[in-house]
């Protein structure tokens, strides 16, 4: 099952688990994944399931300060891809097809992928 892992900010370390539904991310209280960073906005970033395609798709809810999906900026539908990072504010969201049994071994798994890129053999 597709999900999302704030891997750092204040909420770091929080998992959710998408399904098929449709989700809110932002600092509202009532958003099903509240982050809370003084630069998300209260409904800051939707993504939803398509289901003729069988993948989860964001949006920009047009939030006051953007959402970066690797590193660039969008404003349209964005297909969600395994690894992609979505930065909002000073917190950064994994997208993930994986299936994790936990938050914890979600972490984990994103930790790990960031270990295997880095350089084995020191730089002089």
Do not use: W
């Amino acid at each position: 099952m597709a999900s999302i892992t704030i891997v750092s900010g204040p909420n770091e370390g929080d998992y959710y688990p998408l399904g098929s539904r449709t989700v809110v991310i932002g600092r509202d209280e009532a958003c099903p994944v509240q982050i809370v960073d003084t630069r998300a906005s209260r409904k800051h970033l939707q993504v939803r399931f398509d289901e003729p395609t069988k993948q989860h798709i964001a949006l920009d809810m047009k939030s006051t300060n953007g959402t970066l999906f690797n590193g660039r900026a969008v404003t349209g539908d964005v297909p969600l891809k395994d690894g992609d990072e979505m930065l909002i504010g000073s917190s950064k969201l994994v997208y993930s097809t994986a299936d994790f049994a936990n938050k914890e071994s979600a972490l984990s798994h994103y930790k790990q992928r960031g270990e295997r890129g880095r350089n084995t053999i020191e730089q002089r």
